[in-house]
Nanobody
């Protein structure tokens, strides 16, 4: 089992920044990749960014490229999502996820590929 604990959400004005953290505990040695997803009210959960745990290879949804950065601290079993130049359309609940298996060169963008999920943290961007 892997437990994920997210933090760092909040209310910010458009153009501002937030950094989300996701601390993993339990059988963290089994983690192959980690991702951030978000879900706005009435919408499906969507991929935001992901990172391979060992190689550090990353992937981003087009709408956040150049604004968001995913990183990890292996020693702390923690993954971060630095979010800059935030827009009102970034408003959502953000979820951290851990996958135990990976395919191909890049981390997965599909929710079904992730085995463990955090409880979510709310990000609200005001205009």
């Amino acid at each position: 089992q892997v437990q994920l604990d997210e933090s760092g959400g909040g209310l910010v004005q458009a153009g501002g920044s937030l950094r989300l953290s996701c601390a993993a505990s339990g059988r963290t040695f089994s983690i192959f990749e980690m991702g951030w997803f978000r879900q706005a009210p009435g919408k499906e959960r969507e991929f935001v960014a992901a990172i391979r745990w060992n190689t550090g290879i990353t992937d981003y949804v087009e709408s956040v490229k150049g604004r968001f950065t995913i990183s990890r601290d292996n020693a702390k079993d923690t993954v971060y999502l630095q979010m800059n130049s935030l827009k009102p359309e970034d408003t959502a609940s953000y979820y951290c996820a851990a996958g135990l298996v990976g395919f191909g060169l890049y981390p997965s963008r599909e929710t079904r590929r992730y085995d463990y999920w955090g409880q979510g943290t709310q990000v609200t961007v005001s205009s």
